[in-house]
């Protein structure tokens, strides 16, 4: 029987500028070598300052139009557009890639959880943000920075990770058999996500104040290839363009 087990991190406060993410996880939980921590992208940019005032952005003049377009704020479109790589399209939602790789809406710009008048942006490299705090873990431990997204085709959110250190975000099944003796050849299974969207099932969305989740039991790869498609690898997004 294959078991898995997951919990909250208690007790955590409000994430300010400069906190240590990595020693308030370990003041408020007891963490062993195989765990996956994984944090909330909002308090990992929380502790990095990525706090922003939406009077500070001064809107160009494509983002008065687009904010037109979407009955937005322009000062938040003009946010969006300064987060992002490659607009992939402007309506009915702004849906770009930012500069890490992540595809998703108003480049995750969040304004829940973070109080009036201001935004937060994603951080700026997530995977790198997950490598420092787990270097000051000093255990054998993977840290995945999680955000709930929207999803294409399917209704509801879900959260993925965007970011990651000590895992490998994909599952190699290639070259295993199935039931009948048959080699799989495609399956890359993305056990980064899957484990963000369990552990977002205990940190819920709202006021819960549980931003960190340790999932335990879980055998994980150590190293590999990464959970953005590239560009010329991404069949829907160049349609998106055409
Ligand atoms: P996102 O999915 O990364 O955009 O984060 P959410 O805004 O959905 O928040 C996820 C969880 O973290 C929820 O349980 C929030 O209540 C909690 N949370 C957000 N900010 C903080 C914080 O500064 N401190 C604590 N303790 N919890 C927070
Ligand atoms: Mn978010
Ligand atoms: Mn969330």
Not at 58 to 71: C, F, H, T, V, W
Not at 118 to 128: F, G, T
Not at 194 to 213: D, K, Q, W
Not at 221 to 236: A, H
């Amino acid at each position: 029987m294959s078991s898995l087990q997951g919990y909250t991190v208690p007790g955590l406060p409000l994430v300010r500028e400069g906190d240590d993410l990595a020693a308030l996880v370990k003041s408020h939980f007891e963490l062993q070598d195989g765990d996956v921590l994984l944090l909330a992208s909002t308090i990992v940019a929380k502790a990095e300052g990525r706090f922003r005032m939406l009077e500070d952005y001064r809107p160009s003049p494509r983002a008065l139009k687009i904010a037109s377009d979407l009955g937005k704020d322009p000062r938040f479109v003009q946010a969006v557009l300064e987060e992002s790589a490659d607009v992939l399209l402007e309506r009915p939602f702004l849906l770009v890639a930012t500069r890490f790789g992540h595809i998703g809406v108003n480049a995750g710009i969040d304004q829940s959880n973070v109080g009036e008048g201001r935004i937060l942006l994603l951080p700026e490299d997530p995977s790198a943000s997950a490598e420092a705090i787990r270097e000051r873990l000093h255990c054998d431990c993977a840290v995945i920075v999680t955000d709930t997204c929207g999803r294409p085709f399917r209704t509801g959110v879900a959260a993925v990770a965007i970011g990651w250190a000590g895992i490998g975000p994909l599952r190699d099944w290639r070259g295993e058999r199935d039931l009948h003796g048959r080699p799989l050849e495609i399956t890359l299974e993305a056990v980064a996500d899957e484990m963000a969207s369990a552990a977002n099932l205990l940190m819920g969305e709202a006021g819960g104040g549980t931003p960190a989740v340790v999932l335990r039991g879980l055998d994980y790869p150590r190293c590999g290839q990464s959970l953005f498609r590239t560009e010329e690898q991404d069949v829907i997004r160049r349609h998106l363009r055409s």
